[in-house]
């Protein structure tokens, strides 16, 4: 039997600095502090760090696990602990976050479904000319996505049990429950009864099917440091909130370009993820990772955020105004146009980021 020796730059076959990363932006975390600017500055390098290193880890347990499972444990672990933020802060600071659900979720779909989707397009055709995906898993994702959105997100301005964008609560049990298994569905097609419609095999230099397997030892290792990761990158950029916040004050800006900034930097991870696959020509993982997170952030957020505001009495703002509901419509509609062919090219991605471009815009300027 061969026994493999111990090589300190690279702990079970892992890159040095994608463990020590996570760390340090543990301590980073319990130690620094963010009101003081060189602090801050380090905070915010540990932060992108720490980003880099969940890309990392996330790529190692997605060769191991194999896809579609690899994408959707880098969107469960992200969505989870953003949904954990989300209540910690609701449960804290009471009436004054009613409209952080709301925020978060039209921010996750914008980014995802626009920025992400939209860069991986651009780059994607850029480099390939024209990339292929299966369509059918994608079609599918897309479907559950505008039903949780809409339900969500647009017709509590139009239900009349309570005045103004709020759900009665028996009407928000209803949609908790919806959601939930809707989000459900997604996951027993994706892992189990439809696998084969989320996945696109291409013969392609780069893609995982080429690389040695990843040891047992290496996937724990890796999925253990991706988890520290992710705890640490939505720490840092909490424990940064306050000094983004005063920038955006600084600049005369509305305050919702804090929760922009937020969503953007706990979304990261998936979107340099999302990134690299395109560039390998795997756009069928970015599809895949874009999408589900998209999916997860709605499916598990809804159901936490409406248990927790029955339970300790909160009033939930979900309802978006006129402006967000019409990109969010432009954004599904153009999504199921772009994405109805099996097909992409850079045309899309530059439609999908100016609508990126315009929410942003009118975000800061509205």
């Given at each position: ?274 990134l690299r696959a395109a560039r390998a020509n795997r756009v069928q993982n970015s599809l895949n990772l874009a999408i589900g997170s998209a999916l997860a952030t709605i499916g598990l957020t809804i159901p936490v955020v409406a248990m927790v505001a ?14 967000s509901t019409i990109l969010l419509a432009l954004t599904l509609l153009v999504a199921t146009l772009t994405l109805s062919r ?25």
């Amino acid at each position: 039997m061969t026994v493999t020796a111990f090589n300190p730059r690279r702990p079970f076959g892992i890159e040095l600095w994608a463990i020590l990363m996570p760390l340090l932006a543990m301590i980073a975390v319990l130690a620094a502090d963010a009101g003081n600017l060189t602090q801050a500055l380090v905070c915010a390098v540990l932060l992108a760090g720490a980003i880099m290193a969940a890309v990392y880890h996330a790529e190692v347990l997605a060769h191991y696990l194999g896809e579609p499972f690899g994408t959707l444990t880098l969107a469960l672990a992200v969505t989870v602990i953003e949904v954990a933020l989300i209540v910690s802060i609701m449960i804290a600071e009471g009436s004054a976050a009613q409209t952080l659900a709301r925020d978060t979720l039209i921010a996750a779909i914008m980014i995802t479904i626009n920025g992400i989707v939209g860069i991986c397009l651009l780059a994607g055709g850029r480099m390939h000319h024209e990339q292929t995906y299966t369509q059918q898993g994608v079609s599918a994702a897309l479907a559950m996505l505008s039903t949780l959105a809409v339900l969500t997100l647009v017709l509590p301005n139009f239900t009349v049990s309570v005045r103004g964008p709020f759900y009665a609560p028996q009407q928000l049990v209803f949609v908790a429950l919806v959601s939930l298994i809707i989000y459900a569905t997604f996951v027993v097609a994706q892992t189990i009864r439809h696998r084969d419609h989320f996945l696109h095999h291409i013969e392609d230099a780069d893609d995982h099917a080429h690389e040695a397997p990843v040891p047992r030892a290496k996937a724990f290792a890796a999925g253990a440091a991706l988890a520290v990761a992710l705890v640490g990158v939505v720490l840092l950029a909490k424990k940064l909130s306050p000094l983004i916040g005063d920038a955006v004050d600084a600049l005369d800006a509305p305050r919702a370009l804090v929760g922009v900034v937020f969503a953007g930097l706990v979304l990261a991870p998936e979107g340099f993820a999302a990134l690299r696959a395109a560039r390998a020509n795997r756009v069928q993982n970015s599809l895949n990772l874009a999408i589900g997170s998209a999916l997860a952030t709605i499916g598990l957020t809804i159901p936490v955020v409406a248990m927790v505001a029955l339970v300790f009495d909160l009033d939930l703002e979900l309802g978006l105004d006129m402006r967000s509901t019409i990109l969010l419509a432009l954004t599904l509609l153009v999504a199921t146009l772009t994405l109805s062919r099996g097909r992409t090219t850079m045309v899309q991605g530059v439609v999908h980021l100016v609508i990126f471009a315009t929410w942003l815009f009118t975000t800061i300027f509205p």
